[in-house]
């Protein structure tokens, strides 16, 4: 029993030092740590806030996604759809896309920032609206094959030209990536280094979409050099109108305004003390199996059926009715023997032959007390086994004397 005892505090402070790690030690989502997160929240050199910030300030209708894209509504909206290599974090649902697509054939702008051509979710989202070519820009090919002086803390960068309108020329800069393919001849041209394109706008119903090669054309790091601000600031304005909201999509990046049960699971200190509670309860099975070998069913004895019960009790009772009937038979022996003694009618009280036994046998236990437990059917109650047989003994002495 100790050892059970102590089996049960140990497996009970392996759950209680789980859920100390689960505490302790699970990520929390959207923290302004996580630079990686190209994010309106993030202030690192991915991160989109000074954007955010700069929208704000000049009182531009935005807003920060942390929905599914399935709960997207409404039409002259912008949604801004951001992804680079280190910032993917969930996956696009299948419904997710096609609700995507629905609200951009709607009448809303939808651009795209990033490596998607990386995201295998993402593809049905690119075939959709006519990418099926995509160049992944993969660690290898990243910077172009470049030296490896290029693979240092600086972001090497691209300085392209931005198709404005009238006689205005903007150069916009971004980190050094892969072009990207004309979809259609209806295709619209944004950013070219004049061999390539790597901003395309593409008409999807009464809505458009805009594809950007990559992520750093607003991001923290970028967005001060250049043009790059006034030529985002154009592109947020569909017909140069101002859009009725502009959301910053962040539900894919970790901030999201509901938590499944499948999230949890993803967080790393849960992943390791879940790890930690499977090997305590490991070491605690091997542990009984070893102290007290296999496991093994318990034979129990066949319980007493109730007719055995029954019987027993019915035993009990008849016995009980033999030691009254003896005893009442034996009261009244007695009774008659006193009477034949001393010569008396059988209608003679107790209290007459009390006197007359008194008087003749002062050493025999008083009559009267003894013969009134028997005037009624009483006699039984409220006297254990020994005071049956006390009973008993008086009444053969009085029996024998008389005798």
């Given amino acids: 029993m100790r050892t059970n005892a102590f089996y049960i505090r140990a497996l009970l402070g392996v759950v209680a030092f789980t859920a100390l790690v689960i505490v302790l030690f699970g990520r929390k989502s959207g923290g302004s740590s996580d630079f990686w997160l190209p994010s309106s929240f993030n202030t690192g050199p991915r991160g989109h806030k ?11 209708p935005v807003g920060r996604w942390q929905s599914s894209l399935r709960e997207l509504s409404g039409t002259n909206q912008v949604l801004l759809l951001a992804r680079n290599t280190l910032g993917r974090r969930y996956p696009l649902q299948p419904l997710e896309i096609e609700q995507l697509l629905n609200w951009v054939q709607a009448g809303n702008t939808l651009i795209l ?42 972001r090497p960068g691209l300085s392209l030209h931005a198709n404005a309108p009238g006689n205005h020329a903007q150069r916009v800069s971004i980190e050094s990536t892969y072009p990207l393919p004309r979809p259609s001849d209806q295709a619209n041209a944004l950013l070219t280094d004049e ?39 154009r592109l947020l304005q569909p017909q140069g109108r101002m859009p009725e909201k ?5 539900a894919h990046h970790g901030y999201r305004t509901t938590f499944a049960l499948t999230d949890l699971f993803q967080q790393p200190g849960v992943q390791l003390a879940s790890a930690q509670l499977a090997f ?43 030691r009254n009937d ?19 009618p059988p209608e003679t009280s107790h209290e007459v032959l009390a006197r007359q036994l008194k008087e003749t046998f ?23 086994p020994t005071g049956w047989l006390k009973v008993s003994r008086e009444l053969i002495t009085i029996k024998n004397t008389m005798l």
């Fill in 280 to 322: 305590g309860l490991l070491v605690f099975l091997s542990s009984q199996l070893v102290r007290f070998g296999p496991v093994r069913p318990l034979n129990r004895k066949g319980s007493r059926s109730t007719l055995e019960f029954v019987h027993s009790l019915a035993n009990l009772y008849r016995r009980a009715d033999i």
């Fill in 113 to 154: 920032l990033g490596d998607f051509a990386e995201s295998p979710d993402a593809k049905p989202l690119l075939e959709t609206i006519g990418f099926r070519h995509l160049t992944p820009v993969t660690a290898s090919n990243r910077l172009y094959e470049q030296s490896s002086e290029m693979l240092s803390r600086e």
């Fill in 362 to 384: 002062p050493q025999l236990p008083p009559w009267k007390k003894l013969a009134q437990r028997f005037d009624s059917d009483d006699y039984v109650q409220g006297l254990p």
């Fill in 246 to 250: 502009i959301w910053f999509e962040e």
């Fill in 50 to 60: 000074a954007l955010y910030t700069t929208l704000e300030d000049i009182h531009w």
């Fill in 195 to 233: 061999k390539a394109d790597y901003a395309i706008e593409q008409t999807q119903g009464a809505g458009r979409v805009i594809v950007v090669a990559s992520a750093s054309l607003l991001d923290n790091t970028f967005l001060p050099q250049a043009d790059n601000l006034p030529f985002v600031l």
């Fill in 326 to 344: 003896i005893v009442s038979g034996l009261f009244r022996d007695t009774h008659q023997a006193i009477l034949r003694r001393f010569n008396l």
